[in-house]
């Protein structure tokens, strides 16, 4: 009963979005795609079973989400190699389901049936805690992708650190380099946006 709450929930706002005349053209479209890709998210999914609607969900869910996600991320880059696959899909579904929720976070926030953040102080926290969750991801990733380097996880992390930093790479895992960095620059754009977005508000 509670996942068909939220269930239905979730399609009322995404007929909201497509029907509603805050937004118009282009951000409409893209608001109303990144709203339904939250159906993938574990924390949407959780929301669906435990609680249903998102205003019965209680108000630390999303920080003890944020912070479970970390320490599974720290135990895979410990251990990656003890399951090589669930280690790849964590460590590129967590970023990318970070990025689809940061998206809703700065363009559905502003429109009246979603409702504003709680604090802008509490979203920042949350967002330099994202920021951890990628370094940690991209760090098991190169430690899958370059075993014959032998990085155990500080030195992964701090190749991981280097890359987010533009200082350097490590060479043979190019392509992971790339795609961290347009993760980097995406989570810098949000950043920017959402809080210059508050302060000219204010």
Do not use: H
């Not at 990656?80 to 976070?105: E, H």
């Not at 899958?144 to 890359?163: I, M, Y």
Request: charged fraction near 15%; include cysteine.
């Amino acid at each position: 009963m509670r996942f068909k709450d939220g269930l239905v929930e979730w399609c009322s706002d995404l007929r909201k979005i497509y029907s509603t005349d805050e937004v118009r053209g282009l951000e409409k479209a893209f608001d109303w795609v990144i709203f339904f890709l939250m159906i993938v998210t574990i924390s949407q999914l959780l929301q669906f079973f435990f609680w249903g609607r998102r205003d019965r969900a209680p108000r630390e869910f999303i920080d003890a989400y944020v912070l479970v996600a970390i320490v599974v991320l720290i135990c895979f880059l410990v251990w990656p190699n003890s399951f090589p696959g669930v280690s790849w899909f964590v460590a590129c579904y967590l970023p990318a389901s970070t990025i689809v929720v940061l998206f809703n976070v700065l363009f559905l926030t502003k429109l009246s049936f979603i409702g504003p953040v709680a604090s802008n102080e509490r979203t920042l926290l949350l967002f330099l805690l994202n920021i951890v969750q990628v370094v940690l991801a991209f760090a098991i990733l190169y430690r899958l992708t370059l075993p014959n380097l032998n990085l155990n996880p500080w030195k992964a992390l701090f190749k991981s650190l280097l890359v987010f930093g533009t200082i350097g790479y490590p060479e043979g895992a190019e392509l992971i380099v790339g795609i961290q960095i347009a993760t980097d620059f995406v989570l810098l754009a949000v950043f920017l946006a959402f809080f210059v977005g508050r302060l000219g508000n204010k």
